[in-house]
């Protein structure tokens, strides 16, 4: 366990993970369940938000393997998932790749071999979605623009989905909170998350 991410032994342990056969197996599996979870509609909520499920094979990933080994996860899994599905039929953009990096990055540094607390969840997902909006509106500003970028239509873009993320905020917190609360006793006793990890609280 480590209380702040900002130490040599933290990123030491985060490296050795590179060489851990079960957690790049996990990493893999992780994967599989983003490509099977972004086929399982969205649901919506209210105000145009919607609530989609990558995320929490993203955030489950980061957890147990770390910023290391979760930084080549998800930029794997964001180039399967394009090539795989087809885009959506919109063209490949490298800046989606980079937000799907920065915010398993960020879901690691809150939750690996860390105590897990509703907290650290909201906080985690409060950053990642901030991200989202700045990273997605930036991204929306030079494709609209012919890569120019233009702080009208990245504002207009921001301001619309900083409403959705602020709606989706609790119901993914709350996602999250279930899910690592019942996944945390068979990872605990298949030894993929430190066993001093105490009983989330929810």
């Keep these: 366990m480590f209380s702040t991410p900002f130490s040599a032994a933290y990123w030491s342990q985060a490296s050795r993970e590179l060489r851990d056969l079960r957690k790049l197996m996990f990493a893999a599996l992780m994967i599989a369940m983003c490509v099977v979870l972004a086929q399982i509609p969205s649901v919506p909520l209210f105000g145009g938000a919607r609530v989609t499920w990558g995320f929490l094979a993203r955030s489950v990933c980061a957890w147990v393997c770390g910023p290391v080994l979760g930084l080549l996860f998800a930029c794997a899994e964001d180039l399967l998932s394009f090539f795989l599905t087809g885009g959506g039929g919109y063209p490949f953009f490298p800046g989606y790749t980079l937000t799907t990096m920065l915010g398993v990055l960020t879901?690691?540094?809150?939750?690996?071999?860390?105590?897990?607390?509703?907290?650290?969840?909201?906080?985690?997902?409060?950053?990642?979605?901030?991200?989202?909006?700045?990273?997605?509106?930036?991204?929306?500003?030079?494709?609209?623009?012919?890569?120019?970028?233009?702080?009208?239509?990245?504002?207009?873009?921001?301001?619309?989905?900083?409403?959705?993320?602020?709606?989706?905020?609790?119901?993914?917190?709350?996602?999250?909170?279930?899910?690592?609360?019942?996944?945390?006793?068979?990872?605990?006793?298949?030894?993929?998350?430190?066993?001093q990890t105490g009983r989330l609280r929810l």
């Design 107 to 195: 879901y690691a540094l809150f939750f690996y071999r860390a105590p897990l607390t509703l907290r650290r969840i909201f906080c985690a997902k409060l950053l990642t979605n901030l991200q989202n909006v700045v990273l997605g509106a930036l991204w929306m500003a030079i494709l609209n623009s012919s890569g120019r970028f233009s702080l009208e239509t990245w504002y207009a873009s921001a301001s619309l989905s900083a409403v959705k993320n602020l709606i989706m905020l609790p119901v993914q917190t709350a996602l999250l909170a279930l899910l690592f609360s019942a996944l945390l006793p068979p990872l605990r006793r298949a030894g993929l998350v430190a066993r």
